[in-house]
């Protein structure tokens, strides 16, 4: 039999001349696709990646002496991940940043429906002003803008100051809900002094007619890096977890949620000498090293990291850090969302 004329060819053929008159309706055949569209186990399309702070450090600082913080609004390099270039996200779900801000210089204020964090690596003297608040910026603090809340930048101090900016822009992208608007003032006018919002909300009280739903960010804008640091030496004693170490997540105090409704951040301290079994989530996660030095190694990719250094592990690959000294890692993700529509899961291997 010819095989060009035989029964399999020619239902084939007439298949696909039926999905080229069903594609003019705007129509596709789903057993085509159902494969790629519910898979087995997730397949993303991010890899793992790292960046090396002490290597890149100088293209942050070169970028501002080419551009002003007011010219820019936010003078950020973003962290692409290698395989979504060009879509301004780290991974899938999250966006990644470096953000500088020299001596003198004001990022004015603004807002938008995107949630924020903000984690200090590099300099002193820079501050955070939340909703009528300022905080100190200080190395290793861990920072929110919740969304639609007025925020802006300043550096008051004599050095530059590189923090790491983490948003939920995909998110919000792929939603199509962005909004945002520029304040008509560059800087906010104080309404609280320093520290008002972590006395009200953050030592275990909340002001007496205050009922925040379950799913409203917290009002405790800045996690300070000292007491995170305290936290986890304090419950530093007895057996680490194998795949964790010792880690915390951050919360809002007032409900135990997320701090943000999108993001989830986490703390851990690995002890010198410790090396975490292999685990993986279905949230991928960007990783920074507070303090220490070690390896990773995720997936099939292995590299060393010291302080400051970024690195991120995509949905459902495995992770395995091995510390050299005492190492302090802080970590974000997009579990709240996982979390909340039933959808996470993680493997202890």
Not at 241 to 267: E, Q, W
Request: one cysteine or more.
């Amino acid at each position: 039999m010819d095989t060009a004329t035989s029964p399999k060819t020619a239902a084939k053929a007439e298949r696909y001349e039926y999905y080229s008159r069903i594609s003019a309706e705007n129509m596709t055949p789903l057993w085509e696709v159902l494969s790629a569209l519910v898979p087995p186990h997730p397949r993303t399309q991010a890899k793992p990646a790292i960046w090396n702070y002490r290597q890149v450090r100088e293209q942050v600082m070169e970028a501002g002496r080419l551009i002003t913080a007011e010219e820019a609004e936010r003078r950020v390099l973003i962290l692409e991940n290698p395989a979504l270039r060009g879509q301004s996200c780290i991974t899938q779900t999250l966006y990644a940043g470096l953000q500088l801000i020299l001596p003198g210089e004001v990022a004015p204020a603004h807002r938008h429906t995107q949630s924020a964090l903000r984690l200090v690596l590099d300099g002193e003297g820079a501050y955070t002003a939340v909703d009528g608040e300022r905080t100190t910026m200080r190395r290793g603090d861990f920072i929110i803008t919740p969304a639609w809340t007025w925020h802006d930048h300043g550096n008051e101090g004599d050095q530059p100051v590189v923090w790491l900016d983490g948003l939920d822009i995909p998110i919000v992208r792929f939603l199509d809900a962005g909004f945002a608007e520029k304040s008509e003032d560059q800087t906010q006018r104080p309404l609280r002094p320093e520290g008002d919002a972590l006395a009200r909300y953050g030592a275990n009280m909340v002001p007496l007619d205050y009922a925040p739903r379950p799913t409203d960010p917290t009002k405790v804008f800045v996690y300070p890096f000292a007491r995170t640091r305290e936290s986890l030496k304090a419950i530093a004693h007895g057996a680490p977890d194998t795949h964790h170490g010792f880690k915390l997540r951050y919360v809002n105090p007032a409900t135990g949620a997320s701090p943000m409704p999108t993001i989830g951040a986490f703390a851990q301290h690995l002890p010198a000498g410790f090396q975490t079994k292999p685990y993986r989530s279905t949230d991928a996660t960007v990783y920074v090293c507070l303090e220490g030095a070690g390896h990773v190694k995720v997936g099939e990719n292995h590299w060393r990291f010291e302080e400051n250094d970024v690195f991120v592990v995509p949905s459902w690959h495995s992770v395995e850090v091995q510390a050299e000294r005492d190492t302090i890692l802080f970590s974000f993700s997009d579990r709240p969302v996982q979390q909340a529509l039933g959808l996470w899961r993680e493997q202890r291997l």
